[in-house]
């Protein structure tokens, strides 16, 4: 157990639909990063909050969005869905700041099925 | 821009056989770089890292990696496998001085250990 969870373990919905996943790090770690994993594409980075900030951004559609909050939990918001939306979300933590380039520690992902 | 090759997708072997997966990075300046594992079902865990010293580096399990700067390589080797080590294994690189601190993730290798 990496001490970061996810909910929900599983999402089904139907295209053009909209979902929310939640992630909530590890105690003491500021920094989040959600992940996505497709068959197609493998794991590709997604977005980076850290300490509620906005830190880095990579291949992340305009229909998605994400915030952290002051409790440092994060929210990734899928909108518009599509069936190749379909894919494992992965949330990630570390403590951030001088020990950015450290490791990361992932939760258990959240499977999410469009229709 | 960087990005990480693995070059075997699927990798079947013998228990007792020895392994090697290979993992050549594209960016030319400071890295870190990490093997994380993923379980049947389960979340990306940490095998091993390096950051500076000696590029020899154990792991968990009795993996290793190798470091060699000169070919941007960080081969994972084990000695002898064992059908717990069936999985899937990802090389992951994080690149200094790019403005964005997120793990370049190779496309994962499939190890399937026959007893």
């Known amino acids: 157990d990496s001490g970061v969870t996810q909910t929900p373990k599983h999402l089904i919905t139907a295209t053009g639909q909209r979902v929310t996943l939640r992630c909530s790090p590890r105690?003491?770690?500021?920094?989040v990063y959600w992940y996505q994993q497709s068959l197609d594409q493998g794991l590709q980075f997604l977005i980076q909050?850290?300490?509620?900030?906005?830190?880095a951004k990579g291949n992340i559609l305009e229909r998605f969005s994400a915030q952290q909050f002051p409790d440092l939990h994060s929210e990734l918001n899928l909108s518009s869905l599509e069936l190749g939306d379909s894919a494992l979300y992965f949330c990630?933590?570390?403590?951030?700041?001088?020990?950015?380039?450290?490791?990361?520690?992932f939760g258990p992902g959240t499977r999410l099925t469009v229709l | 821009a960087q990005s990480v090759s693995q070059h075997n997708h699927h990798v079947i072997l013998s228990e007792a056989a020895s392994l090697e997966l290979g993992c050549n990075y594209s960016?030319?300046?400071?890295?870190?770089l990490f093997w994380y594992v993923q379980y049947p079902g389960q979340h990306l865990q940490l095998l091993l890292k390096?950051?500076?010293?000696?590029?020899l580096v154990k792991g968990i399990k009795g993996f290793e990696a190798e470091f060699i700067k000169s070919k941007f390589s960080f081969n994972l080797r084990k000695p002898s496998v064992q059908w717990s080590d069936t999985a899937e294994y990802f090389c992951?690189?994080?690149?200094?001085?790019?403005?964005?601190?997120?793990?370049?993730f190779g496309t994962g290798t499939r190890l399937t250990v026959i007893p």
């Open positions: 390096y950051f500076s010293g000696d590029p």
């Open positions: 990630a933590s570390n403590p951030g700041g001088v020990a950015e380039y450290n490791e990361q520690f």
């Open positions: 960016y030319g300046g400071t890295v870190n």
């Open positions: 992951a690189v994080n690149a200094f001085q790019t403005g964005a601190n997120n793990l370049f």
């Open positions: 105690s003491g770690d500021l920094s």
């Open positions: 909050y850290y300490n509620g900030e906005e830190r």
